[in-house]
């Protein structure tokens, strides 16, 4: 429900749907670890990427550096999923607020 919110109030169709799967999982890690503060700073973060970042780029209209941002967003994801890989058996979520 709370992910469902997410997506309606940033407003606009574009967004929704990555908006709520985004919702989805924030909501997830707070629930998981019982730590607000993971979930607003990986929402600062994803702001800060397409909100200040990624305009600055287009704004010099460089193709190299559109490129490199798209192949740095797309390496941040790998890396992501290969450190998850890695030390997912050392990965211990305590008991949240609420069981799932």
């Known amino acids: 429900?709370?992910?469902l919110v997410f997506a309606l109030m940033h407003g606009n169709v574009y967004q929704l749907f990555y908006a709520f799967g985004l919702g989805?999982?924030?909501g997830y890690i707070y629930v998981r670890t019982g730590k607000i503060g993971y979930a607003?700073?990986?929402?600062?973060?994803?702001?800060?990427?397409g909100g200040v970042v990624a305009p600055l780029?287009?704004?010099?209209?460089?193709?190299?550096?559109?490129?490199t941002y798209g192949a740095a967003i797309l390496g941040m994801a790998i890396a992501g999923g290969v450190i998850?890989?890695?030390?997912?058996?050392?990965?211990?979520?305590?008991k949240g607020v609420c069981e799932l």
């Open 57 to 67: 780029i287009l704004l010099y209209k460089n193709p190299y550096a559109v490129t």
């Open 40 to 49: 607003i700073g990986l929402h600062m973060l994803i702001n800060i990427m």
């Open 24 to 26: 989805a999982a924030l």
């Open 84 to 94: 998850y890989a890695n030390n997912r058996k050392r990965i211990r979520f305590n």
């Open 1 to 3: 429900m709370s992910a």
